[in-house]
Structure formats: structure tokens, C-alpha cells
């Protein structure tokens, strides 16, 4: 069983997690809606409809439920009423920390011993995440320079597995 932990409005499928059903993939966020905003290019609303609203911070799963986690929180600080905001919600550096600091644990206790926590993060915060998943090491750091207008950001896609 799959867990994305902050599945926003799922854009990064591109359409694929309709192929799985609800026993293979888990979908959790803390917001759930239609969040539309001004913007010249992307589509104007996205809708955020995990199949479960909860808080990453606080799972209401048992013990060991997933061999995947996806986690791909909110990348960086943004304006309240901004795009990215209202799009991919939005973090300050104190709020980012504690979010970790619990994940870590959680996702420790719901991910099975050989599951991967798979993370995808804006270069900004990567150092900051390593060092708060303290109960996991990384095996695999894959890089891209973000294509979007408004960052010449890297993303990564971090493998973790759990020490
Ligand atoms: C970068 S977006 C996810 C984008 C998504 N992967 C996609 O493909 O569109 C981050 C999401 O994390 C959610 N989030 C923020 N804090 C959270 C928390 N404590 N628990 C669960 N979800 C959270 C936000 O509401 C936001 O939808």
C-alpha cells in the first residue's frame, strides 16, 4: 500500500494515479477544496480532494500500513493569496521544521522496515529535511532544475530508507 502524505491537487501524476484504486494508493492532505487564483498560463483552480484529510504530523494509520511514502510538502514561504500558495500551500522555515520533526516519526512508525520514503523537495530545504528525518538515510538524490517561470530552483526527489 502507497501513502502520499501531501497529495495536493495531484498534478505531478499527470493523470496516472487514476489507474490505481483506493487499496493500492492513499491520499492524504490537511486541506481539502477548490482554490482558485489569477494566473496568465496554468489553469486557474486546483482542487484538493485526498481520500483521507489529516495531518501529516499525526497519521490515523497503524503501525507499519505502507512499504511507500510519498512526501512532497509545501517547497518554501509564500504570500498568503499567492499562486504557489494557494496551489501547493505554503510553509514558514518554523512551521517547515516541526512538520518534519513529526513526520519523522510518523512515517518511521507507518512505513514497513524495507519500505522507501520517497521525498520531493525544492534544493532550498534539502538540507534542512536530511537533517530532520533523523530515523532514515538516504539512498538515491535525483536532481532536476525546475522548468517553472517563476524559479530556477532544483528539485529532488530524495530515496530514504529507514536506519
Ligand atoms: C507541494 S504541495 C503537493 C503537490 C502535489 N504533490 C501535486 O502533485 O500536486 C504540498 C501539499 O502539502 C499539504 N500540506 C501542508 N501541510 C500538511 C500537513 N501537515 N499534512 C498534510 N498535508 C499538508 C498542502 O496542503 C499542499 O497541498
Redesign the pocket.
Known amino acids: 500500500m502507497i501513502l502520499d502524505?501531501?497529495?495536493?491537487?495531484?498534478?505531478?501524476?499527470r493523470g496516472l494515479d487514476r489507474q490505481f484504486n483506493d487499496d493500492e494508493i492513499l491520499f492524504?492532505?490537511?486541506?481539502h477544496g477548490k482554490f482558485s487564483y489569477k494566473h496568465p498560463k496554468y489553469p486557474k483552480t486546483t482542487i484538493?480532494q485526498p481520500t483521507v484529510v489529516?495531518?501529516?504530523?499525526f497519521l490515523p494509520f497503524r503501525n507499519k500500513s505502507f512499504n511507500l511514502i510519498i512526501f512532497?510538502?509545501?517547497?518554501d514561504q509564500y504570500g498568503k493569496r499567492s499562486y504557489m500558495a494557494l496551489r501547493?500551500?505554503s510553509?514558514s522555515d518554523e512551521e517547515y521544521e516541526l512538520?518534519l520533526w513529526h513526520t519523522d516519526l510518523e512515517f518511521y512508525r507507518v512505513l514497513q522496515p524495507k519500505g522507501i520514503l520517497l521525498v520531493k523537495i525544492s534544493g532550498v530545504r534539502r538540507k534542512t529535511t536530511l537533517e530532520w528525518l533523523t530515523h532514515f538515510k538516504m539512498l538515491l538524490d535525483n536532481a532536476y532544475w525546475s522548468k517553472s517561470y517563476h524559479c530556477r530552483k532544483k528539485t529532488h526527489w530524495i530515496h530514504l530508507v529507514r536506519k
Open positions: 502524505a501531501c497529495c495536493g491537487g495531484k498534478l505531478m501524476y492524504v492532505d490537511v486541506r484538493v489529516a495531518d501529516a504530523r512532497d510538502p509545501p517547497h501547493y500551500g510553509l512538520l
